[in-house]
């Protein structure tokens, strides 16, 4: 019912930012807080951030004051500014929905961001 498309990834030196989009789609209406999650390798699944329909935000202690989560309500996305990265910052990153008042859970497909010198 809701569709996640993460973009931006890619390839980025130690201390240089990247941003990220997750677009969506289907029944946007009904999503209740969109977040970003991330997979390093040979690791599991972390929490990045998190934003709210009501614009609270969330953030992992490791990205506090580097990582920006935001939305675009006319484009139908959410942002997520990531500077200052470091190389422990290399992982597949998620687009995660909750919607229908958390009762339902949406991820996107993933994007690689590499971060290394």
């Known amino acids: 019912q809701v569709h996640l498309v993460e973009s931006g990834g890619g390839l980025v030196q130690p201390g240089g930012s990247l941003r990220l989009s997750c677009a969506a789609s289907?029944?946007?209406?009904?999503?209740?807080?969109t977040g970003w999650y991330r997979q390093p390798p040979g690791k599991q699944r972390e929490f990045v951030a998190r934003i709210t329909n009501t614009g609270t935000t969330t953030y992992a202690d490791s990205v506090k004051g580097r990582f920006t989560i935001s939305r675009d309500s006319a484009k139908n996305t959410v942002d997520l500014q990531m500077n200052i990265l470091k190389p422990e910052d290399t992982a597949v990153y998620y687009c995660?929905?909750?919607?229908?008042?958390?009762?339902?859970?949406?991820w996107g497909q993933g994007t690689q961001v590499t971060v290394s010198s």
């Open positions: 995660h929905a909750h919607a229908d008042l958390y009762r339902d859970s949406y």
């Open positions: 289907g029944s946007i209406f009904s999503i209740d807080a």
